[in-house]
């Protein structure tokens, strides 16, 4: 079963698109989420959410987390080419255990 | 910044040979870990290190292993490689097992 679920799985837009990924977990003690974009080859960091409710934004991306409904979004707006990736999210569970990782969302952005 | 780098981008093995893939990281990070991501299945975790010499098993650990003689290389090891191994291998390191940094990642494929 798993414990982190994104969705959509894969999505099309058209440049300039606003775009809502999501991402829901189940976990023991949740201590953070973290989004990481996936181009071509290593996953880079994006945000690290820690506390319900507080939006963490760079640039277009933006992401916040529901600890209470246990699951976070990540919005990208005015979507451009270069969005193109796999967005992975991933949760951090209690103590000394690896991040889980959902399968990821592959956005393709077209002109 | 933090570097991670896995020795090769793409291997070609035939089946039954012992494969090494190599990981390097520069920032004396005490943990470190080994995916392999494929389509559909997202980031699995083969096996992860919080010290020298120290492994664990992580979710799909069949037909693997590992070495970490020094702290700064972690090296997973397929004992005879199978066509069910051809998959991306992605190498990450953390400080707090929070935020990981990846590396680059490698293509193998075993035919």
């Known amino acids: 079963e798993d414990k982190v679920v994104q969705s959509p799985l894969s999505l099309v837009v058209h440049e300039g698109d606003t775009v809502t990924l999501n991402c829901s977990y189940e976990v023991t003690n949740f201590r953070s989420l973290l989004w990481y974009k996936q181009e071509k080859k290593a996953p880079t960091f994006l945000f690290m959410l820690t506390s319900s409710g507080i939006e963490k934004k760079s640039g277009r991306l933006s992401s916040i987390l529901d600890k209470k409904e246990l699951f976070s979004i990540l919005n990208i707006t005015a979507t451009q080419t270069g969005d193109s990736a796999v967005y992975l999210c991933?949760?951090?569970?209690?103590?000394?255990?690896?991040?889980?990782f959902g399968k990821g969302t592959r956005l393709s952005v077209i002109a | 910044d933090v570097k991670v780098t896995q020795s090769s981008r793409y291997l070609v093995k035939r089946t039954g040979e012992k494969v090494f893939l190599e990981c390097v990281q520069d920032?004396?990070?005490?943990?470190m870990f080994w995916y392999r991501q494929d389509p559909g299945l997202g980031l699995r975790l083969i096996y992860f290190s919080y010290d020298v010499k120290m492994k664990e098993k992580g979710d799909i650990p069949e037909g693997y292993s590992v070495s970490r003689e020094k702290k700064e290389r972690f090296s997973l090891i397929l004992e005879s490689a199978s066509t069910n191994q051809t998959s991306m291998y992605l190498c990450?390191?953390?400080?707090?097992?929070?935020?990981?940094?990846f590396g680059s990642g490698t293509r193998l494929t075993v035919v």
């Open positions: 991933a949760v951090h569970d209690s103590g000394n255990t690896p991040l889980v």
């Open positions: 990450a390191s953390s400080l707090n097992l929070a935020g990981y940094t």
């Open positions: 920032m004396d990070h005490e943990n």
